[in-house]
């Protein structure tokens, strides 16, 4: 696994740190590796964005896999210390509709 | 709000500009390619697929969200493509695609997944794949602008895809070329052998001479560290070097004696009359006319038919000389008997710089010394000289010391240098 993510879990929440990993082909790690912790039985998913500067297209595909896979595995999808730009991105497309933010 | 809303999805579309013209690999393009349309108006759902033309069915290349029960194949009747193709690329509504043959039996899958538009890639009038999509996160219906910007990324996405065709169209070109070039030098190769075969039947107290000359010049060529297509240049070049005997009258070839004077000439002629022959030939190694022309000229300047030296004698005609040299002396003649094996190591190691160059002489007698010791199992020499010939006691170390002996280059080259 790439150093680049961080993973912390706890009983059935899960931290993940998107950083700007998330905005590459490569940010497809990110994904998987929620999907794996989704299929260990998270219940809760937590996206954290202290690190992630911008968010573009592929990292909104990124972002949309997982709020997919959540739904399907009936989890919740948080999205916390987002910046207000990315924010209103993630309004303005219909994220928010899907997650909530902290 | 719309601005910041431009600049996202203006990123994507220059991004996925770039993307298809610099990326090198194919899966990662389209992979990348689909992220960004996807992300760029957040849709939840879809894929791209690469339509085959000799299948007639749309292989997915790529999905995303769209589950592991939807079909990764999808096959098309003609209908269907006449529809894409008079649709154009411009996004279908899943609402409109209904009457399409092929809808009907995906259609489960599509309204189960939630597919809403299909994209028809065509590219220059050819269908090159299909792009599914399915709803937007904010479950709003595509807006007019949001078709717009599908269109202007699918094209992008097409164009890739086209592109790869095209690449792996050369690619199978080019393979074919390169079959038909080898059937081609095959077809030479025949020809050459069924050329020397003829060559030699002419001549009855010589049989073989050509086809042996040929597996000499091999031997030599390959001792040298030439290349597989040199070795195999130097070989013809041996098989086609008396070709010009084909015009010399027959009584003069095979005459049970030695011939006068006027006879030699005629037979001198051989060398230039091969050249004749070869010249307006094209063959796949250079210099095979060369080495008839010059396969009787001698390093000292002693030979025929311009008397050159050293450096002016082109290297293959060196070769073929010194192979051809060797048959003559190791087949039996209407007048003269072989002589035995240490006898012609002598004479070539004697004649070493003056008819022969050095290096060629070192070459064969490695190629020789090699078979001996069964270094090289090929039995060559044993072949075309018969079981005992080359066994005879004490050529090994004969070899040995003529290899020591023999210098590099020759006190001609040497002369010609100052
Ligand atoms: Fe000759
Ligand atoms: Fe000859």
Redesign the interface.
Known sequence: MNTNIIIRAEGEKAVVYASDYLNKLSGETIERECRRQLDMGCKMLVVNFAETEIVNSIGISILLGVIDAAQNAGAKVIFSDVKAETIELFEMLGLTNHVMLN | ?EK??LI??F??LA?LGHEVAHKQNFQ?MI??S????????????GGVARYSRFGHELNMLVI??LGEEFPLTLSLCDEDERQFLTNGLAPIEVAQAKVLPFFQIYDRSFEKKRVELLVPLVIRNEIVGVILLGE?????PYSAYDLEIICAMSRHIGVGIAQRNLMAELERRAEENRKLYEDLRTTYKDTVKAFATAIDCKDKYTEGHSVRVGKYSEIIAEELGWDENEVEGAAVAGYLHDVGKLTVERNIINAPYRINAKESAELNKHPAVGYEILLPIHHPYADVPLAAKYHHERLDGRGYPDGLFDKEIPYIAKIVNLADSFDAMTTDRPYKRRRPANEIIEDLQRNSGKQFAPELVTAFFKGMLKELTGENKDKRFRRLLGRDYMETEGIIPMLKNALNGISPTSSLTLVSLD
Do not use: P, V, W
Request: a positive charge; glycine letters at 14%; charged letters at 25%.
């Open positions: 709000m910041q809303k996202h999805t990123g994507a991004e990662e992979r990348t689909l992220h960004l349309l996807l992300g760029s108006l957040a849709i939840m759902r995303r969200g937007k996160a904010n479950g709003e």
